[in-house]
């Protein structure tokens, strides 16, 4: 299931995506989803902490119609119930601010995170904190498996491409993902945690 609905003609209809209306998408890196939207006119908002991340999104296509906001997502810089549409395709993510900068009633929130995958109930728990906040599951697509393998083509091109990634990024920095990496495939392998994309509605 997807927050998307399929037109008669082939295009797609997203709910909270009219335009005008606005749209974040936080933890954007180069905005895949902020650009998508403000395509279609919705008044798009890409939010990262990494500026580079930004700047190169900027210079892709529809990057002129969105708004670019250096900030950290734990401390949105935008007043309550800002938004009808909130993306967040990205694991650090905070409920309390999402929620706060989206609107009380008719929004959508879009999640693409590490989700608990381990059937003894986290999924559940996972859905009763954002209940918290007003949003009901509208639509789930597990993707634990698609995930797993990506993670495991990472970890096995981090380990052969070594010299080219320590040079880049340093000996520490390296290290770091790799253990990073080792820990995501080792969690999925377990069932412990898992991916998922999400819509919740309110
Ligand atoms: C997995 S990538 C996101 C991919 C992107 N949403 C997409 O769909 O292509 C994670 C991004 O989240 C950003 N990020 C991580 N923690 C953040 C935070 N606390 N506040 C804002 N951005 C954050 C990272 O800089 C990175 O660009």
Redesign the pocket.
């Known amino acids: 299931m997807w927050a998307g609905r399929r037109r008669r003609g082939g295009s797609w209809s997203v709910r909270g995506w009219r335009p005008g209306e606005a749209m974040l998408?936080?933890?954007?890196?180069?905005?895949?989803?902020a650009r998508a939207a403000a395509g279609r006119g919705v008044r798009a908002v890409a939010?990262?902490?990494?500026p580079d991340?930004l700047a190169a999104g900027r210079a892709m296509s529809h990057g002129a119609g969105v708004a670019w906001v250096t900030?950290?997502?734990?401390r949105l810089p935008f007043a309550s119930g800002a938004f009808a549409s909130v993306?967040?395709?990205?694991?650090?993510i905070?409920p309390r601010e999402l929620s706060r900068v989206a609107r009380t009633t008719g929004a959508t929130l879009c999640l693409?995170c590490e989700a608990p995958a381990d059937g003894r109930g986290g999924l559940e728990a996972f859905l009763d904190e954002w209940a918290e906040y007003g949003w009901r599951l509208a639509a789930h697509r597990p993707l634990t498996l698609e995930a797993l393998a990506t993670w495991r083509r990472c970890e096995a091109e981090l380990v052969a491409r070594r010299p080219h990634f320590e040079a880049r990024y340093g000996s520490r920095g390296y290290l770091r993902q790799l253990d990073h990496l080792a820990a995501l495939v080792a969690m999925y392998e377990r069932g412990s945690a898992g991916h998922a994309l999400m819509v919740l509605e309110r």
Do not use: I
């Open positions: 998408d936080a933890g954007a890196f180069v905005g895949a989803a939010l990262d902490v990494v991340f900030a950290d997502a734990r993306w967040c395709l990205e694991s650090s905070f693409g």
